[in-house]
């Protein structure tokens, strides 16, 4: 296959992570985050890598859960998808109730509209509270209401209560574990209780290990990236997705040239300069600096000059052996996504969701 620009996914490092997952809350059930096309992944990729290993997933819109119904159905799949906070009306009811999907009911008025919609076969749905983010979810008196409406519908086949940590990256435990408390004090209050609890994220399942609850919902760690940036060396995580595009052309510049657009990078002495077959409009972002981090054959070389629509120029003065063809490794194996996301102003979760639907995706 002729190949300039691609992402390799590797399904070992999926399910490693997913162990580690796994290992770090071992008495959770889990709810594995494909939000986004897993992220930038491949959501039926992701999950048909996991599902064997995991208890769930979710996504954020209606059309990615029917989506991702269809792709597990046609391949002999069951699995619980939850379908996150979004707007619900009539419509939105119905293709959860037809397809099996779990919703998130994050606002007093859509439990009123569920409550008064008979339903062909009832939901399961997952009541969210706000404990803080003041993102989605309701306060104690709604989310109190709320349940106490749903609670005796016969269309609700069972109903989870979960909430979304705001700092869990902060490994302060302190306001997390308020954070968490306030949603399980409210739980255990509530008729019928105790019903499972869901709260952590990645950052919290990795520093948190007093608010695992019922459920984690990992997203980044099943990715390969620690947003605590904390794991021990036993537990790392592997990278899943690794951007690659070759050399197209080399050239020489003298003391004083610039390269690019703008010519924003100068030579200071002579260099050597690659240009690489991957741009912004591959998903690699447009505003990376000068001295942003790529790999050469393995090697570490830099960004030298603005990142254009399919090009990008490197600094390659030190890789004298660099030849047309050669591969260079954009983020992934042997260089995080997360060190170039800090070069780039950014986190390798907008990194691994920007890629476009021209970069080849190869399964590993
Ligand atoms: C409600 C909810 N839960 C869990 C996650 C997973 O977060 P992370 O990718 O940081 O693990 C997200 C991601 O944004 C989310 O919105």
């Known amino acids: 296959m002729h190949k300039t620009t691609w992402v390799e996914l590797s399904r070992e490092a999926l399910r490693h992570n997913a162990n580690m997952v796994r290992r770090l809350a071992p008495k959770a059930a889990i709810l594995a985050m494909v939000k986004a096309n897993g992220y930038g992944h491949g959501a039926s990729w992701v999950a048909e890598s996991l599902h064997q290993q995991v208890e769930g997933f979710a996504v954020a819109r209606l059309s990615e859960a029917q989506q991702l119904r269809a792709r597990l159905t046609k391949k002999h799949i069951q699995a619980?998808?939850?379908?996150?906070?979004?707007?619900v009306d009539g419509a939105v009811l119905q293709a959860c109730s037809v397809h099996g999907l779990d919703l998130v009911i994050h606002d007093?008025?859509?439990?009123?509209l569920l409550a008064a919609s008979p339903l062909p076969r009832p939901i399961t749905v997952w009541l969210k509270m706000n404990v803080g983010m003041n993102r989605l979810g309701m306060s104690t008196e709604e989310f109190a209401q709320a349940h106490q409406l749903l609670c005796v519908q016969p269309h609700i086949a069972s109903i989870h209560h979960m909430s979304h940590f705001s700092d869990a990256e902060d490994l302060d435990p302190t306001l997390t574990e308020q954070q968490s408390l306030r949603l399980s004090e409210l739980s255990s209050s509530l008729s019928g209780s105790p019903y499972p609890l869901s709260m952590a994220n990645s950052a919290a399942i990795i520093g948190h290990p007093n608010c695992h609850h019922d459920w984690v919902r990992p997203g980044i760690m099943l990715y390969g990236d620690d947003p605590t940036q904390r794991l021990h060396a036993a537990n790392a995580l592997k990278p899943v997705m690794t951007f690659k595009a070759t050399v197209?052309?080399?050239?020489?510049v003298a003391p004083g040239d610039g390269v690019g657009y703008n010519r924003r990078w100068q030579a200071k002495s002579n260099a050597r300069i690659a240009t690489v077959a991957a741009g912004y409009a591959d998903g690699y972002p447009r505003h990376a600096p000068d001295g942003t981090p790529v790999l050469v054959n393995g090697q570490r070389a830099s960004v030298a000059g603005r990142v254009s629509m399919d090009l990008m120029t490197i600094d390659v003065?030190?890789?004298?052996?660099?030849t047309?063809?050669?591969?260079?490794t954009l983020w992934g194996e042997g260089l995080a996504a997360s060190e170039v996301g800090r070069y780039c102003g950014t986190i390798s979760y907008e990194l691994f969701t920007r890629i476009t639907s021209r970069v080849d995706r190869i399964y590993l």
Not at 80 to 87: A, P
Not at 317 to 322: A, M
């Open 248 to 252: 197209l052309a080399l050239r020489d």
């Open 108 to 112: 007093l008025e859509s439990a009123k």
């Open 80 to 87: 619980r998808i939850v379908q996150l906070g979004t707007s």
């Open 317 to 322: 003065s030190h890789l004298p052996h660099t």
């Open 324 to 328: 047309v063809g050669d591969e260079v």
